[in-house]
Protein backbone atom coordinates (compact mmCIF):
# COMPACT_ATOMS: atom_id res chain seq x y z
CA UNK A 1 0.00 0.00 0.00
CA UNK A 2 1.16 3.16 -0.85
CA UNK A 3 0.61 6.61 0.46
CA UNK A 4 1.11 10.13 -0.04
CA UNK A 5 2.02 12.12 3.48
CA UNK A 6 1.68 16.06 2.88
CA UNK A 7 2.73 17.29 6.61
CA UNK A 8 5.35 20.41 6.63
CA UNK A 9 6.87 19.99 9.95
CA UNK A 10 9.83 17.83 9.57
CA UNK A 11 9.72 16.30 12.96
CA UNK A 12 6.12 15.25 13.07
CA UNK A 13 6.58 14.09 9.37
CA UNK A 14 9.86 11.99 9.23
CA UNK A 15 8.57 9.86 13.03
CA UNK A 16 5.23 9.48 10.82
CA UNK A 17 6.93 8.59 8.22
CA UNK A 18 9.24 5.78 10.32
CA UNK A 19 6.19 4.15 11.91
CA UNK A 20 4.43 3.70 8.72
CA UNK A 21 7.32 2.24 6.90
CA UNK A 22 7.70 0.03 9.91
CA UNK A 23 4.03 -0.89 10.01
CA UNK A 24 4.97 -2.09 6.65
CA UNK A 25 3.32 0.97 4.48
CA UNK A 26 5.35 3.02 1.34
CA UNK A 27 5.52 6.73 1.87
CA UNK A 28 5.95 9.41 -0.08
CA UNK A 29 6.30 12.33 1.98
CA UNK A 30 6.05 15.76 0.50
CA UNK A 31 5.88 19.00 2.65
CA UNK A 32 3.44 20.96 0.73
CA UNK A 33 0.14 21.20 -1.14
CA UNK A 34 1.69 22.11 -4.72
CA UNK A 35 4.26 19.40 -3.91
CA UNK A 36 1.40 17.34 -3.51
CA UNK A 37 -0.40 17.94 -6.43
CA UNK A 38 2.96 17.22 -8.32
CA UNK A 39 2.87 13.52 -6.59
CA UNK A 40 -0.48 13.05 -7.98
CA UNK A 41 0.18 14.21 -11.42
CA UNK A 42 3.12 11.36 -11.48
CA UNK A 43 1.92 8.73 -9.24
CA UNK A 44 -1.59 6.83 -7.72
CA UNK A 45 -1.37 6.54 -4.51
CA UNK A 46 -3.88 4.39 -1.96
CA UNK A 47 -4.56 6.94 1.05
CA UNK A 48 -3.25 10.61 1.42
CA UNK A 49 -2.42 11.79 5.32
CA UNK A 50 -2.71 15.37 4.76
CA UNK A 51 -2.01 17.75 7.25
CA UNK A 52 -4.13 20.68 7.16
CA UNK A 53 -1.74 23.46 8.16
CA UNK A 54 0.52 24.10 5.34
CA UNK A 55 2.50 26.49 3.35
CA UNK A 56 0.85 28.04 -0.35
CA UNK A 57 -2.12 25.87 -1.32
CA UNK A 58 -3.25 24.73 2.55
CA UNK A 59 -4.82 21.04 3.54
CA UNK A 60 -7.99 21.86 3.29
CA UNK A 61 -7.77 23.80 -0.18
CA UNK A 62 -5.86 20.70 -1.14
CA UNK A 63 -8.81 18.15 -0.34
CA UNK A 64 -10.96 19.82 -2.72
CA UNK A 65 -8.56 20.07 -5.45
CA UNK A 66 -7.89 16.25 -4.94
CA UNK A 67 -12.29 15.48 -5.07
CA UNK A 68 -12.09 17.89 -7.91
CA UNK A 69 -9.90 15.97 -10.33
CA UNK A 70 -12.21 12.62 -9.05
CA UNK A 71 -9.26 10.86 -6.63
CA UNK A 72 -11.39 8.53 -4.94
CA UNK A 73 -8.32 7.14 -2.57
CA UNK A 74 -9.04 7.76 0.88
CA UNK A 75 -8.06 11.04 2.74
CA UNK A 76 -7.16 11.59 6.11
CA UNK A 77 -6.81 15.33 7.54
CA UNK A 78 -4.83 16.30 9.92
CA UNK A 79 -5.46 19.13 12.41
CA UNK A 80 -5.13 21.00 15.46
CA UNK A 81 -6.59 20.80 19.01
CA UNK A 82 -9.22 23.30 19.29
CA UNK A 83 -9.61 23.38 15.38
CA UNK A 84 -13.67 22.35 15.34
CA UNK A 85 -14.20 24.49 12.18
CA UNK A 86 -11.14 22.76 10.18
CA UNK A 87 -12.53 19.30 10.86
CA UNK A 88 -16.11 20.01 10.18
CA UNK A 89 -14.75 21.99 6.58
CA UNK A 90 -12.14 19.21 5.76
CA UNK A 91 -14.90 16.69 5.83
CA UNK A 92 -17.24 18.35 4.30
CA UNK A 93 -14.95 19.18 1.00
CA UNK A 94 -14.25 15.13 0.77
CA UNK A 95 -12.04 13.95 3.67
CA UNK A 96 -12.95 10.59 5.15
CA UNK A 97 -11.31 10.88 8.54
CA UNK A 98 -9.03 13.01 10.75
CA UNK A 99 -6.80 13.02 13.57
CA UNK A 100 -6.06 15.67 16.10
CA UNK A 101 -2.43 16.67 16.97
CA UNK A 102 -0.67 15.18 18.51
CA UNK A 103 -1.64 11.54 18.22
CA UNK A 104 -0.28 8.24 18.92
CA UNK A 105 0.47 6.09 16.11
CA UNK A 106 -1.60 2.89 16.64
CA UNK A 107 -4.74 5.06 16.78
CA UNK A 108 -3.43 6.10 13.39
CA UNK A 109 -3.04 3.10 12.32
CA UNK A 110 -5.91 1.73 13.43
CA UNK A 111 -7.88 4.49 11.18
CA UNK A 112 -5.66 3.94 8.10
CA UNK A 113 -6.60 0.32 8.22
CA UNK A 114 -9.94 1.37 8.54
CA UNK A 115 -10.10 3.66 6.06
CA UNK A 116 -8.13 1.38 3.12
CA UNK A 117 -10.91 -1.71 4.61
CA UNK A 118 -13.66 0.60 3.31
CA UNK A 119 -12.00 1.71 0.42
CA UNK A 120 -10.21 -2.07 -0.68
CA UNK A 121 -13.99 -3.46 -0.34
CA UNK A 122 -15.43 -1.52 -3.28
CA UNK A 123 -12.80 -3.38 -5.03
CA UNK A 124 -11.50 -6.64 -4.54
CA UNK A 125 -9.25 -6.93 -1.11
CA UNK A 126 -8.00 -10.62 -1.58
CA UNK A 127 -5.21 -11.09 -4.21
CA UNK A 128 -4.95 -14.47 -6.24
CA UNK A 129 -2.99 -16.67 -7.87
CA UNK A 130 -2.66 -20.57 -7.57
CA UNK A 131 -2.38 -21.28 -3.93
CA UNK A 132 -1.23 -18.13 -3.32
CA UNK A 133 -3.43 -15.74 -1.70
CA UNK A 134 -2.86 -11.66 -0.79
CA UNK A 135 -5.30 -10.26 1.76
CA UNK A 136 -4.36 -6.80 1.28
CA UNK A 137 -7.07 -5.52 3.54
CA UNK A 138 -6.29 -7.67 6.15
CA UNK A 139 -2.82 -7.47 5.59
CA UNK A 140 -2.37 -11.36 5.34
CA UNK A 141 -1.09 -13.64 2.69
CA UNK A 142 -0.98 -17.06 2.67
CA UNK A 143 0.69 -20.33 0.40
CA UNK A 144 -1.83 -23.25 -0.28
CA UNK A 145 -3.47 -22.53 3.24
CA UNK A 146 -0.09 -21.59 5.64
CA UNK A 147 0.20 -18.02 6.45
CA UNK A 148 3.56 -16.61 4.97
CA UNK A 149 5.68 -14.35 6.85
CA UNK A 150 6.56 -11.25 4.63
CA UNK A 151 8.85 -8.25 4.40
CA UNK A 152 7.48 -5.18 3.73
CA UNK A 153 9.60 -4.67 0.56
CA UNK A 154 8.76 -8.43 -0.22
CA UNK A 155 5.48 -7.41 0.39
CA UNK A 156 4.92 -4.70 -2.16
CA UNK A 157 7.00 -7.04 -5.07
CA UNK A 158 4.41 -9.60 -4.40
CA UNK A 159 1.15 -7.13 -4.33
CA UNK A 160 2.33 -5.29 -7.89
CA UNK A 161 2.93 -9.04 -9.18
CA UNK A 162 -0.55 -10.31 -8.12
CA UNK A 163 -1.64 -7.20 -9.54
CA UNK A 164 -0.28 -7.78 -12.96
CA UNK A 165 -0.94 -11.59 -12.98
CA UNK A 166 -0.75 -13.56 -14.99
CA UNK A 167 0.71 -10.42 -17.62
CA UNK A 168 4.10 -9.83 -16.51
CA UNK A 169 5.25 -7.07 -14.34
CA UNK A 170 7.75 -4.81 -15.57
CA UNK A 171 10.84 -3.79 -13.59
CA UNK A 172 10.83 -0.13 -13.58
CA UNK A 173 6.97 -0.20 -12.13
CA UNK A 174 8.24 -2.67 -9.43
CA UNK A 175 10.92 -0.36 -8.46
CA UNK A 176 8.61 2.34 -8.75
CA UNK A 177 6.48 -0.01 -6.31
CA UNK A 178 8.88 0.38 -3.70
CA UNK A 179 10.74 4.19 -4.38
CA UNK A 180 9.04 5.27 -1.22
CA UNK A 181 10.77 3.07 1.06
CA UNK A 182 14.02 4.19 -0.58
CA UNK A 183 14.93 7.05 -3.03
CA UNK A 184 18.16 5.51 -3.49
CA UNK A 185 16.99 1.51 -4.26
CA UNK A 186 18.65 0.48 -7.66
CA UNK A 187 17.03 -1.55 -10.28
CA UNK A 188 19.70 -4.69 -8.73
CA UNK A 189 17.49 -4.36 -5.18
CA UNK A 190 14.35 -5.98 -7.21
CA UNK A 191 16.27 -8.84 -7.88
CA UNK A 192 17.35 -9.56 -4.39
CA UNK A 193 13.42 -9.35 -3.33
CA UNK A 194 12.51 -11.36 -6.21
CA UNK A 195 15.19 -14.02 -4.81
CA UNK A 196 14.18 -14.38 -1.86
CA UNK A 197 9.93 -14.22 -2.78
CA UNK A 198 11.05 -17.07 -4.97
CA UNK A 199 12.65 -19.31 -1.67
CA UNK A 200 9.25 -18.87 -0.37
CA UNK A 201 7.24 -19.67 -3.27
CA UNK A 202 8.71 -22.47 -5.10
CA UNK A 203 8.18 -25.24 -3.06
CA UNK A 204 4.65 -24.59 -3.36
CA UNK A 205 4.43 -24.72 -7.00
CA UNK A 206 4.80 -20.96 -7.95
CA UNK A 207 7.24 -19.81 -10.05
CA UNK A 208 8.70 -16.22 -10.60
CA UNK A 209 9.53 -16.34 -14.27
CA UNK A 210 12.27 -13.79 -15.43
CA UNK A 211 10.70 -12.30 -18.88
CA UNK A 212 14.20 -11.21 -19.96
CA UNK A 213 14.56 -7.07 -20.93
CA UNK A 214 11.15 -6.42 -19.34
CA UNK A 215 10.01 -8.08 -15.64
CA UNK A 216 8.78 -10.81 -13.78
CA UNK A 217 5.40 -12.84 -13.87
CA UNK A 218 4.37 -15.04 -11.69
CA UNK A 219 3.45 -18.82 -13.23
CA UNK A 220 2.94 -22.57 -12.09
CA UNK A 221 5.77 -24.61 -12.30
CA UNK A 222 4.98 -27.73 -13.66
CA UNK A 223 4.57 -30.85 -11.64
CA UNK A 224 5.71 -34.28 -12.82
CA UNK A 225 3.94 -37.91 -11.99
CA UNK A 226 6.17 -37.72 -8.67
CA UNK A 227 5.01 -34.55 -7.35
CA UNK A 228 7.88 -32.95 -7.42
CA UNK A 229 8.28 -29.51 -9.53
CA UNK A 230 10.18 -29.15 -12.89
CA1 LIG B 1 1.62 22.07 9.50
Redesign the pocket.
Known amino acids: MRLLLV???VMVASGMKLGLCDAGYSVDWVGSGERAEQALDKDSFDLAIV?I??PGIDGLELTRRLRARALTMPVLILTARDALQDRVQGLDLGADDYMVKPFELPELLARLRALLRRSQAATSAVLGFGPLEMDTAQRRVSLAGQPMELGPREWSVLEYLLLQAPKPAAKDKLLHALTGWDKEITPNAIEVYVSRLRGKLEPAGVALRAIRGFGYRLEMLARTDDGQAD
Do not use: A, F, N, V
Open positions: EDDDGL
